[in-house]
């Protein structure tokens, strides 16, 4: 009896040290929300202009970042794709609005799918399977997408942690809820690891504390947590040069498996690898904004998305009086227009959150009007996933022709990703959707559509893992040509394994 007493006693203790409570009034909860969603604004502009031009490098001091009070204003204006960063997160913020804190995973899908803004990588992968009935979570399992190790969940699940203070266990399950309709594995993680720094940003105000108690979210083993410990580590021993730290997670990190864009190739969309980067910025820059910014930027690859997600942290920690004056007031000028394809401005949004912030933490934490009451949790970490295990990358052909009535490919190994498009010559419209019968080994498996409309593209012709090692040969067969419209095959990427790889 003694000893059951006594374990429970030490059982009690260890839960009680992981678990404490905090109360932040209102005033101060909209200080940090507005501080997170404008420095994330301001975060994605002073990055926009050198996103994706700095591939497998670090961006030069040559190259200098331009600033003027205006520039939040004349990028929203001029480019408002730019801000696909924020109103990705606004699209299923808004669902919430409307539909509940609660709302069901087809929502968010059906929002997301037939949305009117462009998409890529795993975003448009997940568009297309729903819009042709391969539904979530289906819809970003790595074999119904090649891009499921990709950024995208990860630049759009800031919001979770902004609405889910100190509790990265209920932001963890709007994660699965929503981060599993276009991405998977790695990729996922991403996700899951911005949320959970998001949300202990607004309870804790130390930078190396909160990057390491969120990567404590993910799965030891897996290639996301390992990296983001290795960059916690090399930072430890190494606190002044963010440029060698940069050098080890490109040594380690840059090999990308799964996007067929970046198999290969300097481009890196990999949330892994970006993510490193966000962190880059958060610990070398030391809590200073402009610096955290500037780090994250110069990592280089998707250095808009990177400084948008290390400034919303600390704009979240340091609250929204404390972003410098210049940026604070650069962004203002457009804090009362709506972003793109949302009907939420920034003030907008801020309030929104606010109330939504109250119904996910439930009404035990907000039983005083006027405050929050917040029980730090420090969860377990959530599933186990990994995209593309079991298989590595063996080789790629440069195929290069379009496909005007059949064409065969034959290739050794255990899956493959066949690259191409559709285009016009000229066209006006884009009602043509090209379809392809596909043979694999002499049975026909499925017919293809890949529409020609860019918003509803297909990445990427055809795909199949999980094959037995050994000779294969594919057949594609167009069955509607259209003499103004070309379907091209660009490339193929051959994978082998020692095993057939199981559905997870």
């Known amino acids: 009896m003694f000893k059951k007493s006594l374990a429970l006693f030490f059982l009690t203790a260890v839960l009680a040290s992981c678990i404490r409570t905090v109360t932040l009034d209102d005033a101060v909860l909209m200080d940090k929300i507005r501080g997170g969603w404008y420095a994330q604004t301001i975060g994605c502009t002073y990055g926009g202009p050198t996103e994706f031009k700095f591939k497998g490098q670090t961006i030069p001091d040559s190259i200098s970042m331009n600033w003027y009070d205006k520039y939040i ?7 408002p794709g730019l801000y696909d960063d924020v109103y990705m997160d606004l699209t299923f913020l808004e669902v919430m609005a409307e539909h509940g804190i609660e ?21 448009q992968a997940a568009r297309y399977n729903i819009l042709h009935g391969c539904r979530p ?14 950024i995208d969940f ?3 699940s800031d919001f979770i942690g902004m609405l889910t203070p100190g509790r990265p266990d209920i932001a963890a399950r709007f994660c699965n809820t929503i981060g599993h309709i276009m991405n998977y594995g790695d990729g996922w993680y991403g996700g899951v690891f911005t949320a959970a720094m998001y949300s202990y940003a607004y309870v804790y105000d130390n930078v190396e504390a909160i990057v390491r108690k969120a990567a404590r979210m993910i799965p030891e083993g897996t290639g996301f947590r390992n990296c983001i410990e290795d960059v916690l580590q090399f930072h430890r021993h190494h606190p002044e040069h963010w440029e060698a730290c940069w050098d080890m997670v490109q040594e380690k990190y840059s090999n990308d498996v799964g996007c067929p864009d970046g198999v290969w190739d300097d481009f890196d969309i990999d949330a892994t690898i970006n993510a490193a980067y966000v962190v880059i910025g958060l610990l070398y820059g030391e809590g200073n904004f402009l610096n955290t910014m500037e780090i994250s930027t110069r990592c280089g690859q998707d250095s808009d998305c990177n400084p948008a997600t290390a400034a919303g942290i600390l704009g979240v920690i340091y609250g929204y009086e404390a972003i410098p004056e210049d ?19 920034l003030n907008d949004v801020c309030e929104k959150n606010l109330e939504l912030l109250k119904d996910a933490l439930g009404t035990e934490a907000c039983r005083r ?9 420090d969860p377990s970490p959530v599933q186990y996933e990994q995209s593309f295990e079991g298989i590595r990358l063996k080789e790629q052909t440069i195929v290069d022709a379009v496909l005007k009535d059949s064409l065969a490919l034959e290739f050794n190994g255990s899956a493959f990703v066949i690259k191409g498009n559709v285009s016009n010559a000229g066209k006006n419209d884009d009602d043509y959707t090209a379809r392809i019968e596909v043979s694999l080994d002499g049975g026909i498996v499925e017919v293809v559509e890949m529409p020609a409309a860019y918003r509803l593209r297909k990445l990427d012709v055809f795909y199949r893992y999980g094959l037995d090692n050994g000779e294969h040969r594919v057949s594609l067969r167009l069955l509607n040509p259209d003499p103004e419209y070309c379907v091209n095959v660009q490339k193929v990427i051959v994978y082998d394994s020692s095993h057939k790889n199981e559905d997870e």
């Open 73 to 79: 204003y004349d990028m929203f204006v001029n480019r």
């Open 103 to 123: 709302a069901g995973q087809e929502l968010y899908a059906e929002k997301f799918a037939n949305a009117p803004y462009f998409l890529w990588h795993a975003n």
């Open 137 to 150: 979570p289906e819809s970003g399992f790595w074999k119904n997408n090649p891009h499921a190790d990709d």
């Open 154 to 156: 990860q630049i759009e």
């Open 327 to 345: 940026f604070r007031r650069s962004a203002e000028l457009i804090s009362d227009i709506p972003f793109p394809y949302t009907s939420l401005s």
């Open 369 to 377: 009007p006027g405050r929050v009451r917040i029980r730090i949790i």
